[in-house]
């Protein structure tokens, strides 16, 4: 007889996904802010920050599918949708922080703007983390479920044809 062995990618566990979560987005992170800093020498920042965004949310997108939280493949369309709604979500929040830096402090010192920038970059990326893991990359009760064909059922005569037993049936005395 032969044995049927199934191969199903599981999605890790919360705290696995979440330190795989801040390795590649942290990563990721520390490549695209040198990225920018070098591509802002050819072009305008702002186009530079633009650019290497979208790339870079791309990429992390296809990271995440493949790597943080084993959906076992390539990010869809969706996903990627998904996925670059709650970057600009989190672009929003360290926006939004800063500005409300500049607005209460007159000249913040470099160490300061860095704090509230990481701060604020942190609180997005725990909300991007969940957004992420309970919306975009979650899986469905069915997913990954394996349909298993009926067990073999003995042969049937030929003309004889068989009627499914359901409900009280099966307790009435023959």
Do not use: K
Request: aromatic share 6%; charged share 15%; hydrophobic share 50%.
């Amino acid at each position: 007889m032969e044995t049927v062995r199934e191969e199903r990618q599981t999605a890790p566990g919360a705290f696995v996904a979440f330190a795989r979560f801040v390795l590649c987005g942290g990563g990721l992170g520390i490549v695209s802010s040198l990225a920018v800093a070098g591509l802002a020498a050819r072009v305008p920042w702002m186009l530079a920050n633009a650019v290497i965004t979208v790339v870079s949310t791309l990429l992390a997108t296809e990271l995440h599918a493949r790597f943080t939280f084993g959906a076992g493949g390539r990010a869809t369309w969706r996903q990627h949708v998904q996925s670059a709604g709650s970057a600009a979500a989190a672009y929003a929040v360290t926006s939004l922080a800063m500005l409300g830096l500049r607005a209460g402090v007159a000249e913040p010192g470099a160490m300061l703007e860095q704090t509230v920038y990481l701060s604020a970059s942190a609180l997005a990326g725990v909300g991007r983390f969940v957004v992420l893991r309970l919306l975009v990359f979650t899986r469905s009760r069915t997913d990954g479920a394996t349909v298993r064909p009926a067990p073999s059922a003995r042969p049937v005569p030929a003309g004889v044809t068989r009627t499914p037993v359901t409900g009280p049936a099966l307790c009435r005395a023959a």
